[in-house]
């Protein structure tokens, strides 16, 4: 369990940790968000005791890392950002050393590194000097580091940065298989990766809390939350305005791909979006339009982290995105 | 805490062996010692059967070649990030450093081992005083303890381990020559008596310099062990400092 209570980091004059307050349960993956500088490293420096806070405090499974940060350092792994280890060594010295320093006994060690080699799948590179290895396999080594030990807790900096699309899922699926019985705090600033693992999310921003929740509770203060989407071939565009400029409601976003346009349809205020929702399903169908797809927005995470951490939310690379604000 | 410290030692030990710069080191100490020895020294020429002319350029050679081991003590682990790790597992930053420390006088202790068939020439050639001879492994050996407890201070200052070195060079450098004639002179006649007498107790020279004349006196082992203990608990608090400055 970890508990963040008030923590606050300042640098001179500038404040990157602005009394920060949360809970970590045992079961409970939180995903920490933010755009780079937001605090989420120093803030993690912080729980691990490898800065000082300015004030106030973390407390791991009730150990105050300010007071008592030798025990407290017993029950937590930690991968600090950009995985650091020893470059000369090898990932199976490197393992012996952090199992040794633990005061794992011999048996329960190698048993221990066994454990965490099977879920990083190190089998491969145990004996090849770590600076030699790929960027995907130094992290993976610095995740078996953080495991070796079976922690209670675990506090990941950026666990998949760096990794292919089929390392992040095996990273991932790592973390949700350890989760049952960890309190585990990741920071990321890829969305879908909260999504993935988190079932608990926190934004920050300038070193405060901009938003936390769930992951779809999140994506519910996003705009196109209750937006309608409407999907069709960009050849019919024009129909499909022509309906939109007959029905009440409050404006309309078009992004357009290639041969595929995608209308976001907002209601008007006080009014139901499921209703709009029907108004249209009724009009689209009658005018014989078949769209690919017709249905009520969840809201989505981008776009809550671009609006709370006042970044204008970032223009779709290859498509040409256009705005309309009709009636 | 000490298995801890065996453990940190242990790794510090062996990562100066991953590459081939301890060779590379110990093979150039040795060198340099056999040309000090007996070219500057004039070893044969003197024709005494003892190891003076040996330990006589320790000062001058440990003051470039030590702080080249204790450079990368902490100036390294700052810049490969590892210190985060290391300062992270629940380990005492006393254990820690010391671990550190005991790694870098172990290899300083295996190089000045490894100039033994220089101890087994004198004693093929005539009959020397090995009491002497050993006293002065042992303030050989504590001369290095306190250069690179100097220079693992410094090197927690900072994360380049070139300025580390430079820094280390200088610093052991005025430890050493602050008994130096040259240096005494300059205040003397000015200075108050008492000021000087201190300062020359603090030169590594004076006290190694009687350590090498075969005389073990308690006092000169106390200021190295002072010494050493002095610049570790320096370490200890330059790199807590650095911990809440964040840098």
Same mark, same amino acid.
């Given at each position: 369990?970890?508990?963040?209570?008030?923590?606050?980091?300042?640098?001179?004059?500038? +404040?990157?940790?602005?009394?920060?307050?949360?809970? /970590?349960?045992?079961?409970?993956?939180?995903?920490?968000?933010?755009?780079?500088?937001?605090?989420?490293?120093? +803030?993690?420096?912080?729980?691990?005791?490898?800065?000082?806070?300015?004030?106030?405090?973390?407390?791991?499974?009730?150990?105050?890392?300010?007071?008592?940060?030798?025990?407290?350092? @017993?029950?937590?792994?930690?991968?600090?950002?950009?995985?650091?280890?020893?470059?000369?060594? +090898?990932?199976?010295?490197?393992?012996?050393?952090?199992?040794?320093?633990?005061?794992?006994?011999?048996?329960?060690?190698?048993?221990?590194?066994?454990?965490?080699?099977?879920?990083?799948?190190?089998?491969?590179?145990?004996?090849?000097?770590?600076?030699?290895?790929?960027?995907?396999?130094?992290?993976?080594?610095?995740?078996?580091?953080?495991?070796?030990?079976?922690?209670?807790?675990?506090?990941?900096?950026?666990?998949?940065?760096?990794?292919?699309?089929?390392?992040?899922?095996?990273?991932?699926?790592?973390?949700?298989?350890?989760?049952?019985?960890?309190?585990?705090?990741?920071?990321?600033?890829?969305?879908?990766?909260?999504?993935?693992?988190?079932?608990?999310?926190?934004?920050?921003?300038?070193?405060?809390?901009?938003?936390?929740?769930?992951?779809?509770?999140?994506?519910?203060?996003?705009?196109?939350?209750?937006?309608?989407?409407?999907?069709?071939?960009?050849?019919?565009?024009?129909?499909?305005?022509?309906?939109?400029?007959?029905?009440?409601?409050?404006?309309?976003?078009?992004?357009?791909?290639?041969?595929?346009?995608?209308?976001?349809?907002?209601?008007?205020?006080?009014?139901?979006?499921?209703?709009?929702?029907?108004?249209?399903?009724? @009009? /689209?169908?009658?005018?014989?339009?078949?769209?690919?797809?017709? #249905?009520?927005?969840?809201?989505?995470?981008?776009?809550?982290?671009?609006?709370?951490?006042?970044?204008?939310?970032? #223009?779709?690379?290859?498509?040409?995105?256009?705005?309309?604000?009709?009636? | 805490?000490?298995?801890?410290?065996?453990?940190?030692?242990?790794?510090?030990?062996?990562?100066?062996?991953?590459?081939? *710069?301890?060779?590379?080191?110990i093979i150039v100490f040795l060198l340099a010692n056999g040309l000090a020895t007996f070219? *500057?020294g004039?070893y044969?020429?003197?024709?005494?059967?003892?190891l003076?002319s040996f330990f006589?350029f320790h000062?001058?050679l440990y %003051?470039?070649f030590?702080?080249?081991?204790?450079?990368?003590?902490?100036?390294?682990?700052?810049?490969?990030?590892?210190?985060?790790? %290391?300062?992270? &597992?629940?380990?005492? *930053?006393?254990?820690?450093?010391?671990?550190?420390?005991?790694?870098?006088?172990?290899?300083s202790a295996l190089a000045l081992a490894l100039t033994f068939p220089i101890w087994l020439t004198v004693n093929?050639?005539?009959?020397?005083?090995?009491?002497?001879i050993l006293?002065s492994y042992?303030?050989s050996l504590? %001369?290095a303890?306190?250069?690179?407890?100097?220079?693992?201070?410094?090197?927690?200052?900072?994360?380049?381990? =070139? !300025?580390?070195?430079?820094?280390?060079? =200088?610093?052991?450098?005025?430890?050493?020559?602050?008994?130096?004639?040259?240096?005494?002179?300059?205040?003397?006649?000015?200075?108050?008596?008492?000021?000087?007498?201190?300062?020359?107790?603090?030169? &590594?020279?004076?006290?190694?310099?009687?350590?090498?004349?075969?005389? !073990?006196?308690?006092?000169?082992?106390?200021?190295?062990?002072? *010494?050493?203990?002095?610049? %570790?608990?320096?370490?200890?608090?330059?790199?807590?400092?650095?911990?809440?400055?964040?840098?």
């Amino acid at each position: 369990m970890i508990e963040v209570d008030h923590l606050v980091k300042k640098f001179g004059d500038f +404040t990157a940790v602005a009394d920060l307050s949360f809970r /970590v349960e045992r079961g409970q993956v939180m995903g920490f968000l933010g755009p780079n500088g937001a605090g989420k490293s120093t +803030t993690m420096k912080m729980i691990t005791g490898f800065l000082r806070p300015s004030s106030g405090t973390a407390r791991i499974m009730g150990l105050d890392i300010c007071d008592d940060m030798l025990a407290a350092q @017993r029950h937590f792994g930690y991968l600090p950002e950009g995985a650091p280890a020893w470059p000369d060594m +090898t990932p199976r010295a490197f393992l012996q050393f952090i199992t040794r320093i633990r005061g794992l006994d011999k048996a329960a060690a190698r048993a221990a590194e066994g454990r965490a080699i099977e879920m990083t799948e190190l089998h491969g590179v145990l004996d090849q000097p770590i600076d030699t290895l790929s960027k995907g396999y130094r992290r993976r080594v610095g995740l078996a580091q953080a495991i070796v030990h079976d922690p209670d807790v675990l506090v990941m900096d950026e666990p998949t940065d760096g990794l292919d699309p089929n390392q992040k899922f095996q990273v991932r699926r790592a973390i949700t298989d350890m989760a049952a019985d960890k309190a585990i705090i990741i920071s990321t600033h890829i969305l879908e990766e909260v999504d993935a693992v988190c079932a608990a999310a926190m934004i920050i921003d300038r070193g405060q809390i901009v938003a936390e929740g769930t992951p779809s509770e999140l994506a519910a203060r996003s705009r196109y939350s209750g937006a309608v989407a409407l999907t069709l071939e960009t050849e019919k565009l024009s129909a499909a305005q022509a309906i939109l400029a007959q029905i009440a409601h409050d404006s309309a976003e078009i992004v357009t791909r290639g041969d595929e346009s995608t209308l976001h349809i907002f209601a008007q205020k006080g009014n139901e979006p499921g209703a709009l929702l029907a108004d249209l399903r009724a @009009r /689209v169908g009658e005018a014989g339009l078949a769209p690919r797809a017709l #249905a009520l927005e969840t809201g989505r995470l981008d776009d809550v982290f671009g609006a709370l951490t006042g970044k204008a939310r970032p #223009a779709p690379p290859i498509f040409s995105a256009e705005k309309e604000t009709a009636s | 805490m000490m298995r801890a410290l065996l453990a940190i030692t242990a790794r510090e030990f062996g990562g100066y062996f991953a590459t081939p *710069l301890a060779f590379v080191f110990i093979i150039v100490f040795l060198l340099a010692n056999g040309l000090a020895t007996f070219y *500057l020294g004039a070893y044969f020429s003197m024709g005494q059967a003892d190891l003076t002319s040996f330990f006589m350029f320790h000062p001058w050679l440990y %003051l470039f070649f030590l702080p080249a081991i204790s450079m990368r003590l902490w100036a390294e682990e700052r810049r490969n990030g590892s210190i985060e790790l %290391l300062l992270t &597992l629940p380990v005492p *930053l006393t254990a820690v450093v010391i671990g550190k420390y005991l790694a870098a006088l172990a290899f300083s202790a295996l190089a000045l081992a490894l100039t033994f068939p220089i101890w087994l020439t004198v004693n093929f050639l005539g009959d020397p005083d090995n009491g002497v001879i050993l006293a002065s492994y042992l303030g050989s050996l504590m %001369l290095a303890g306190g250069y690179l407890a100097i220079g693992s201070c410094l090197s927690a200052l900072t994360r380049n381990q =070139v !300025i580390a070195f430079v820094i280390s060079v =200088v610093a052991c450098f005025l430890f050493t020559v602050s008994g130096a004639p040259l240096v005494l002179e300059i205040f003397d006649g000015w200075a108050p008596q008492a000021l000087i007498e201190t300062l020359a107790t603090f030169s &590594l020279l004076t006290h190694f310099r009687a350590i090498t004349g075969g005389v !073990i006196d308690a006092r000169d082992i106390m200021f190295f062990a002072s *010494l050493i203990g002095v610049f %570790l608990t320096a370490t200890v608090i330059v790199v807590d400092m650095k911990k809440a400055e964040g840098a």
